[in-house]
Nanobody
């Protein structure tokens, strides 16, 4: 069953902004933590940012100061606000949720972000 659905990707010029959304079909408190990952062609999937059920956040070095992870518990949605985007940010961005009760992580289908002039 589909649990996580991303949206908000697209084409943006360098220096621009995008906000990604990850809608969960269950309460986001089901997952601890939730996270955004990204994968560029020929590269491994890498962590962008994560947020715990308590609201603590963690960012990859490349995301610090430019990206902000957040969530709306009423909407069961997680967000990634991305500012000052660079061509190196071009990737497929994936939403991830780790069930608090254990088991396999859930992944969304991914949303493409392309930063180009």
């Amino acid at each position: 069953q589909v649990q996580l659905v991303e949206s908000g990707g697209g084409l943006v010029q360098p220096g621009g902004s995008l906000r990604l959304s990850c809608a969960a079909s269950r309460s986001i408190f089901t997952y601890n933590p939730m996270a955004w990952y990204r994968q560029s062609p020929g590269k491994e999937r890498e962590l962008v940012a994560s947020i715990t059920s308590g609201g603590s956040t963690n960012y990859a070095d490349f995301a610090k100061g430019r990206f902000t992870i957040s969530r709306d518990t009423a909407k069961n949605t997680m967000y990634l606000q991305m500012n000052n985007l660079k061509p190196d940010d071009t990737a497929v961005y994936y939403c991830n949720g780790r069930p608090y009760y254990g088991g396999l992580d859930y992944w969304g289908q991914g949303t493409q972000v392309t930063v180009s002039s």
